[in-house]
């Protein structure tokens, strides 16, 4: 029944008030495969909506609180998601060029999305699965990965400086020449990650497993307590 009242309201409601910025709750909302790109949603609470497919590229999400959103196969490109999306699920979702920086994406799932020139420096991004996604050259700068899952991911080239990966599971990721400077890799999960000409100066590799690693023509490595090699 709840369901029912909340398709019912959204149903009424003026697409063009939401693309203004005039609607501020909408908790809940089915707005799937709706065009809302370039939308100043600025600040609007979608916790939990339903917004599978939809278009979004271009729009302005700063502030606007995403916990639990449905967002799979969602179209992002180019917009600003300066956001709360703690628990949301990303999947397929199209991130190219868009503004993720300082965003709360906590335990989000980005398995399958594009992230291409994204940026993340900053955000919260603890206990969030990214396995096998393609992280290629985009900005991790400070980023709060803790736990977050990275497994077989492509990180080549990626900025990875000041980052927190405690914990984080990086096994068979592509590092090439990733930016780790002074990031926190306590207890990582390195087992068989490409590591060449990485970055490293200044980082915390303690306790890091890298059993079948490849560090050559790492820089800056600096050996602090046995590592798993």
């Not at 949301?88 to 594009?114: E, F, H, I, K």
Request: hydrophobic share 45%; charged share 15%; proline share 1%.
């Amino acid at each position: 029944m709840e369901r029912a009242d909340t398709q019912l309201r959204i149903n009424t409601v003026d697409l063009q008030a939401i693309r203004a910025g005039k609607v501020k709750n909408l908790a809940g909302a089915d707005l799937e495969e709706e065009d809302l790109s370039s939308a100043n949603l600025n600040g609007v609470n979608l916790a939990g909506a339903n917004l599978i497919g939809t278009d979004l590229s271009c729009a302005n999400l700063e502030r606007a609180c995403l916990d639990g959103a449905n967002l799979m196969g969602a179209k992002l490109t180019g917009a600003d998601l300066r956001a709360n999306l703690w628990g949301a699920n990303l999947m397929r979702t199209d991130l190219s060029q868009a503004d993720l920086r300082g965003s709360n994406l906590r335990g989000a799932n980005l398995m399958g999305a594009n992230p291409t020139q994204a940026s993340f420096a900053g955000a919260s991004l603890s206990g969030a699965n990214l396995m096998s996604v393609n992280l290629q050259g985009v900005d991790l700068r400070q980023a709060d990965l803790r736990g977050a899952n990275l497994s077989s991911s492509n990180l080549q080239g990626a900025d990875l400086s000041f980052a927190n990966l405690q914990g984080a599971m990086l096994s068979e990721a592509n590092l090439e020449e990733a930016n780790l400077q002074g990031a926190n890799l306590n207890g990582a999960n390195l087992v068989r990650a490409n590591l060449l000409c990485a970055e490293l100066t200044g980082a915390n590799l303690q306790g890091a497993e890298l059993s079948g690693a490849c560090l050559l023509g790492t820089q800056g490595m600096k050996v602090v307590e046995p590592f798993n090699l």
